[in-house]
């Protein structure tokens, strides 16, 4: 069966650190992976995208992750947080045409 | 990037009436979109899928018959809340993908529903 889990719901690190969310997926299929953000009362805003290419992906606004197959990972990193990144995170896969699994949701908050 | 409109970004009404909202792939063709519902703090649950030219696809436990899907071209898809309650109130997203495996999902702004 396919699925995502995001390890933590909440996040928070100071302005200027790194940021780290992190996301483990299950699938049978070889997956196409994305990481959206959504900003309150507004949709969700894609981030960067995994599909089967190389497994650094560089996203909007610094972002970045990596695709570890053997970890069945795909964690997405920031070198340094800005107080406008302080949003909701979600990890997202597609197992097949039309096909989207959602997680739950990492919370980031950014402290001055 | 591909875009996708949803109107209106809030409305208010009075229980017992209905509620249409729009989404619109404005610089690609969508066979399929999606209708969310979110709850404060929870992610996205997937109310249905919406087929262009043929019937919605709902998921379990969403009413049908409260929750009408119209989906007449290729970049117009609707959901009308018919016969709102305070129940219903909540935000409303819509999304929608390219006909291609791997595409991701576009998604609209959202919709605040508010019933009274």
């Known amino acids: 069966a396919q699925s995502v889990t995001q390890l933590d719901s909440h996040v928070s690190v100071s302005e200027g650190t790194p940021v780290l969310l992190r996301c483990n997926y299950s699938?049978?299929?070889?997956?196409?992976l994305f990481w959206y953000v959504q900003h309150p009362n507004k949709g969700l805003q894609l981030l960067l995208k995994y599909t089967s290419a190389a497994t650094l992906v560089k996203g909007i606004n610094g972002f970045e992750a990596e695709f570890k197959k053997s970890e069945t990972s795909f964690h997405l990193t920031k070198p340094s947080a800005h107080m406008s990144d302080a949003a909701e995170y979600f990890c997202?896969?597609?197992?097949?045409?039309?096909?989207?699994?959602f997680g739950t949701g990492t919370r980031l908050k950014v402290l001055a | 990037g591909a875009v996708v409109s949803q109107h209106p970004s809030w409305v208010i009404c009075k229980s017992g009436t209905s509620v249409k909202i729009e989404c619109r792939s404005l610089?690609?063709?969508?066979?399929?979109m999606f209708w969310y519902r979110q709850f404060p703090k929870q992610s996205l649950m997937l109310m249905a899928t919406s087929n262009e030219g043929s019937k919605a696809t709902y998921e379990q436990g969403v009413e049908k018959d409260k929750f009408l899907i119209n989906h007449a071209s290729l970049t117009l898809s609707t959901l009308t809340v018919t016969s709102a309650h305070p129940e219903d109130s909540s935000f409303y997203i819509c999304?929608?993908?390219?006909?291609?495996?791997?595409?991701?999902?576009?998604f609209g702004n959202g919709t605040r529903l508010t019933v009274t």
């Open positions: 999304s929608a993908s390219r006909d291609r495996v791997g595409s991701p999902l576009h």
């Open positions: 699938s049978s299929y070889s997956p196409s």
């Open positions: 997202v896969v597609s197992v097949g045409t039309y096909k989207y699994i």
């Open positions: 610089d690609f063709q969508a066979t399929t």
